[in-house]
T-cell receptor, first 114, second 111 residues
Framework: EAQVTQNPRYLITVTGKKLTVTCSQN?????MSWYRQDPGLGLRQIYY???????DKGDVPEGYKVSRKEKRNFPLILESPSPNQTSLYFC?????????????FGQGTRLTVV | TQLLEQSPQFLSIQEGENLTVYCNSS?????LQWYRQEPGEGPVLLVT?????EVKKLKRLTFQFGDARKDSSLHITAAQPGDTGLYLC???????????FGDGTTLTVKP
C-alpha cells in the first residue's frame, strides 16, 4: 500500500530534550516536505526537499533541522524543543514538486513540549 | 500575515443545503489545490486548478480558479453529512518547493 508513515504519532517531551520525528514514504517520491498545523494558522511549511541531499527552508524553519540522505526518509529534528513547538506535524511527499502533482500526507505527529 | 485567506472559517448547515467556500489572496499562484482533512488524518487532495477561469467538477463539488489566478472557490451542492471536514486551499508558485496553505474552513453538515 502506497503511504507516508510518520513516527511517533504522539509525543510528550520536555524543553531542551532533542527529538526526531521520522517520515518514510514507499512511493519513490522525489519531493518531501514537513508542515506544522496550529489552530487558526493552517498548515505552515517548515522545510522541504526536492531530492536526495537537497533541502530548503519553508516559511517557519527556526528551531528545526532536516536531512535527506536517502529518497524514502525525511526526518525532522528538534535539537532543543521549546513549548512554542507544541503542534501537530505532517510530512508529505509527491512524485515531484510540480503544479499538478498530488501531495500525499502522513497521519500526523502530535507533539507536546512541556 | 496569512497569504491565503479562507472564508468562512466555520460553517454549519443542514443536509441538502448548498454552500460556497472562498480562498482569496493578493498574490498570483501558478496552481491552487483544495484538500479535505478529517480529524486525526492528514489532508487528502480533492483537486488542482492551474488555468485562470478554470472550473472543475467532482461529483457535487465545483471548484473554480479566478481569472487572475489570485482566488478560488469551492461550491458544494446538496451537502451531505459525509462532506463534514476541514477544507484547505493551498497555492503554489511555479515549480518552486514552497506551498502556502490557507487556514481552513471547518464544515459541519447536520443530518
Amino acid at each position: 500500500e502506497a503511504q507516508v508513515t510518520q513516527n511517533p504519532r504522539y509525543l510528550i517531551t520536555v524543553t531542551g530534550k532533542k527529538l526526531t520525528v521520522t517520515c518514510s514514504q514507499n512511493m519513490n517520491h522525489e519531493y518531501m516536505s514537513w508542515y506544522r498545523q496550529d489552530p487558526g494558522l493552517g498548515l505552515r511549511q517548515i522545510y522541504y526537499s526536492m531530492n536526495v541531499e537537497v533541502t530548503d527552508k519553508g516559511d517557519v524553519p527556526e528551531g528545526y533541522k532536516v536531512s535527506r540522505k536517502e529518497k524514502r526518509n525525511f526526518p525532522l529534528i528538534l535539537e532543543s524543543p521549546s513549548p512554542n513547538q507544541t503542534s501537530l506535524y505532517f510530512c508529505a511527499s509527491s512524485v515531484r514538486q510540480g503544479m499538478n502533482t498530488e501531495a500525499f500526507f502522513g497521519q500526523g505527529t502530535r507533539l507536546t513540549v512541556v | 500575515t496569512q497569504l491565503l485567506e479562507q472564508s468562512p472559517q466555520f460553517l454549519s448547515i443542514q443536509e441538502g443545503e448548498n454552500l460556497t467556500v472562498y480562498c482569496n489572496s493578493s498574490s498570483v499562484f501558478s496552481s491552487l489545490q483544495w484538500y479535505r482533512q478529517e480529524p486525526g488524518e492528514g489532508p487528502v487532495l480533492l483537486v488542482t486548478v492551474v488555468t485562470g477561469g478554470e472550473v472543475k467538477k467532482l461529483k457535487r463539488l465545483t471548484f473554480q480558479f479566478g481569472d487572475a489566478r489570485k482566488d478560488s472557490s469551492l461550491h458544494i451542492t446538496a451537502a451531505q453529512p459525509g462532506d463534514t471536514g476541514l477544507y484547505l486551499c493551498a497555492g503554489r508558485k511555479g515549480n518552486a518547493g514552497k506551498s502556502t496553505f490557507g487556514d481552513g474552513t471547518t464544515l459541519t453538515v447536520k443530518p
